[in-house]
């Protein structure tokens, strides 16, 4: 019929380089889900194995930062936490942590225990979403079912506390918006319970399989060094030892006052990134236990100068919920502000101007995808075609968070 290799994304190319020369195949993978999402990557291959890749991002490319210089900066919250919304709350736990260092605002008590709980359950959120998705992409359709149903009664709980499954909105400059119901954590303690036994079900029937476990072992490696060097974040560094965590070496919520551990794997593979995955779930499960203990049950949602515009009759129901009528009747200072959170796959941070209006003048934001996408092309150098997705899946790269 005519067709032609290039139709198909194969160029087949010749390269005279000392005796015999190099072929080598360049092949298109992307975009399609659920190994590459909405990122195509131009692989140049020598036989089967990967001697070159380049991205080709910015499919799913929404102007974010240039959208959040243009409606009032409460406005943002929604939008901002489609950046990832598996990890919503700590996306905009990091934008509220800027907002409020720009206009001088301070967090109560109560919402800094709120925001270190919810927190937490959204980075079980963001790993178990991540661990599904990267089962799916070594072949396992198990894996994939019992992450994404551990993720649907986690929602749940967002939905009962928040009014929302996958869009709370919930995190507010200077507090939060609603105070959980009391049948909020109750569940949420029988939902730890089970997620201990299923997290050891997941473990021994995806990454203990010899089909998973040799689909990750020794696959993608990045040392230490070169993870340090390309920027890593979250997982993506700490599966090959680079000991950082922003919760513990630049603290903010009530993280100082707990016990919990930087869970770190020095292999530096595919396995890695996927067990310190698991383990921050357990870790996180602990970190909810602590707070559900030491939880104050009452007092304001929102710090003092946050409430010096909402009208008296509003700051009586404090306690329970936020009237935005106050924060739409804020200008911003002439001022700048940074906040930075560690969410699941790593650190998020917000860099935003203030112009004496009620927009923002500038708004800057860096997530850990885009941030690993140079530590994950280096782990592919030399690996086969065939691990491309395992590794992919490994450093839980989301294009819409990269692209902004």
């Known amino acids: 019929m005519g067709l032609k290799m290039e139709q198909y994304g194969m160029v087949l190319s010749e390269?005279?380089?000392?005796?015999g020369g190099k072929r080598t195949l360049e092949l298109l993978f992307g975009p399609q889900h659920p190994s590459s999402g909405h990122i195509r990557f131009f692989v140049e291959l020598d036989g089967d194995i990967i001697v070159d890749i380049r991205p080709d991002p910015g499919f799913v490319h929404r102007t974010m930062e240039k959208l959040g210089e243009t409606r009032h900066f409460m406005m943002n919250i929604p939008l901002f936490e489609r950046l990832s919304l598996p990890d919503a709350i700590n996306v905009t736990w990091a934008y509220s942590m800027a907002v409020e260092r720009m206009l001088g605002y301070d967090v109560s008590e109560r919402a800094e225990y709120l925001r270190t709980l919810f927190g937490e359950m959204s980075r079980i959120s963001v790993h178990l979403y991540d661990l599904g998705i990267h089962a799916i992409m070594i072949g396992s359709s198990t894996g994939y079912m019992y992450g994404f149903g551990l993720r649907d009664l986690l929602v749940n709980l967002w939905a009962i506390a928040t009014g929302a499954r996958t869009t709370p909105t919930w995190v507010l400059p200077g507090g939060v918006r609603r105070?959980?119901?009391?049948?909020?954590?109750?569940?949420l303690a029988g939902f730890l319970d089970f997620l201990d036994r299923k997290m050891d079900e997941f473990y021994r029937l995806v990454v203990k399989n010899p089909v998973g476990y040799y689909r990750l072992k020794d696959v993608g490696y990045l040392s230490k060094s070169d993870a340090a060097a390309y920027l890593a974040t979250g997982p993506g560094a700490r599966g090959s030892g680079v000991d950082w965590d922003a919760r513990r070496d630049m603290p903010?919520?009530?993280?100082?006052?707990?016990?919990?551990e930087v869970r770190v794997h020095d292999e530096g593979d595919s396995l890695a990134r996927a067990l310190v995955r698991i383990e921050e779930v357990r870790e996180a499960a602990r970190i909810i236990r602590q707070l559900l203990k030491a939880m104050p049950m009452d007092g304001p949602?929102?710090?003092?100068?946050?409430?010096?515009?909402?009208?008296?009759?509003?700051?009586?129901?404090?306690?329970?919920?936020v009237r935005m009528s106050g924060y739409y009747v804020t200008t911003t200072n002439l001022a700048e502000g940074t906040g930075m959170t560690e969410g699941g796959r790593g650190r998020y941070f917000f860099q935003v101007f203030g112009a004496g209006t009620e927009r923002l003048f500038r708004v800057r934001i860096s997530t850990p995808s885009w941030q690993n996408l140079r530590a994950f092309m280096k782990a592919t150098i030399g690996?086969?075609?065939?691990?491309?997705?395992?590794?992919?899946?490994s450093f839980g790269f989301f294009p819409p968070e990269a692209d902004r």
């Open 15 to 19: 390269v005279e380089s000392g005796p």
């Open 179 to 187: 105070a959980p119901p009391k049948v909020f954590y109750e569940r």
């Open 301 to 321: 949602l929102v710090g003092h100068n946050a409430t010096h515009k909402i009208p008296p009759k509003e700051r009586e129901m404090l306690n329970e919920h």
């Open 383 to 393: 690996a086969r075609l065939m691990d491309l997705p395992a590794i992919y899946g």
């Open 252 to 260: 903010y919520g009530v993280y100082k006052q707990l016990e919990w």
